[in-house]
């Protein structure tokens, strides 16, 4: 009786610690036949169409493009160069530099931790952030020397402001505001991804002393904050913040070719970021940033707001988990009540209920009256983008995702993203 008993207690303990952690057991992404998804094959050979007339006229120097429905891939394409000077044409594997993407990989990250109960999404960031007690709004601004003063703000910055882009927090040289962008430069601060050596909790600690553009809640103005979001992961998890990405999310995915710097043998499939100049595409240029950073400096620097690199078919992967209520695989990431909070309107007097979309704590996500305008999806689709020129959406309702990549600066005639959009939608033939 007493080995018996071993036995079965031995048993349940292996159970618990290697079987699924899901009861839901979706597949990873793999391909089949649009036809069997309730896909056309001939009405998504015009995305073929559509992004060979775009590099033909020179509107793009490449692009990679995935339609998935149901969790299968029903189309995976690459189309024009993914380095114009060396004539190195783009594959479907290749991959980009998905910067405000991050984004959504960050909040999901937050999510986990927050299903933990490591903390409310209402505390003060300055509970784990001591810097960032009794912020600042500006006030006034001296564009001799960039100085300015500050009247005490209104109330403390949540996790849940700093996920909304609604703390008040700017973005330094990408910001719509001068004031702002002379104010991070002046303080030093790291504003998106860098090959110098710099490092997350003490980037984070320099723009916590920084003024904010409003009241905490008050408005939308897209941020940094998700780069402060990594440096509280760091705090909270112990650990750093690519190695907490590593092992919570991107490695349970399969989203192998997601990195912050990528791994030496993965380097050669980095697509170049190009602009037109002189009737071709050329390598932009070292500005604020070098394009490279990716796979060359001092690889320190975790942008949770825009850091990352990855592949059509990796980030399609996490779009998917999300499709499937929090669970690939049989790997339960979120709780389907989470996702649902996720997609929930945070912010009531920032967008209100006649807006055509609205940011939840991770996407832009649409509503019925942007929805019933045509060409973005249905009701709850969830989409954004990257700096680089990426894109994607996610349609719950027809359970369709759409990822379109390039990597362009300064391009003036791309309209392939909303034809990609529609050319999606038009395809569904079930």
Not at 111 to 129: T, V
Not at 147 to 174: D, Q
Not at 329 to 350: C, D, E, P
Request: hydrophobic share 35%.
């Amino acid at each position: 009786m007493k080995n018996l008993f071993i036995t079965i207690f031995a048993l349940s303990f292996l159970i618990s610690c290697a079987g699924p952690d899901s009861i839901e057991q979706s597949g990873v992404l793999t391909t089949a036949t649009p036809e069997s998804q309730g896909m056309s094959s001939e009405r998504l050979a015009r995305i073929d169409t559509m992004l060979t007339q775009a590099v033909d006229k020179g509107d793009i120097p490449g692009a990679v493009a995935l339609v998935a429905r149901n969790g299968k891939i029903v189309y995976h394409k690459a189309f024009g160069m993914a380095d114009n000077a060396s004539g190195r044409e783009i594959k479907t594997d290749d991959i980009f530099r998905i910067a405000s993407q991050t984004k959504a990989i960050t909040a999901t990250a937050v999510m986990i931790l927050w299903e933990e109960g490591k903390f409310r999404l209402d505390d003060p960031i300055s509970k784990f952030i001591p810097e960032f007690k009794n912020p600042g709004v500006i006030k006034t601004f001296n564009a001799k020397d960039s100085s300015y003063t500050t009247e005490p703000a209104k109330s403390e910055i949540t996790i849940r402001h700093l996920l909304t882009h609604t703390s008040g927090i700017g973005y330094g040289v990408i910001d719509g505001d001068d004031r702002f962008r002379m104010i991070y430069h002046k303080a030093g601060i790291t504003d998106a991804f860098t090959s110098e050596h710099v490092i997350l909790s003490e980037n984070i600690k320099k723009l916590a002393k920084l003024p904010l553009h409003h009241n905490p809640g008050e408005k939308f103005t897209y941020s940094e904050g998700l780069d402060v979001l990594g440096s509280l992961i760091e705090i909270v998890s112990g650990m750093p913040f690519d190695k907490f990405l590593r092992t919570r999310l991107l490695d349970p995915l399969g989203m192998n070719d997601t990195w912050f710097y990528l791994p030496d043998e993965k380097a050669s499939r980095l697509v170049s970021v190009q602009e037109p100049k002189d009737g071709t595409w050329k390598k932009y240029p070292k500005t604020f940033y070098d394009t490279d950073y990716p796979i060359i400096g001092a690889k320190s620097y975790f942008a949770g707001g825009a850091g990352l690199s990855s592949t059509v078919k990796d980030y399609a992967t996490i779009l998917q988990m999300y499709l499937n209520g929090g669970e690939l695989n049989g790997k339960r990431i979120l709780s389907r009540t989470t996702i649902q909070a996720i997609m929930g309107n945070q912010n009531y007097t920032v967008w209100d209920t006649d807006a055509e979309s609205y940011y939840g704590l991770a996407f832009g996500v649409l509503t019925q009256r942007g929805a019933e305008k045509g060409g973005q999806g249905s009701t709850g689709t969830f989409n954004w983008g990257g700096y680089f020129n990426t894109s994607y959406f996610a349609d719950p309702a027809e359970k369709t995702i759409g990822v379109i990549f390039k990597q362009t600066q300064n391009e003036k005639s791309d309209n392939t993203e909303w034809k990609f959009k529609v050319l999606v939608g038009q395809s569904v033939n079930d």
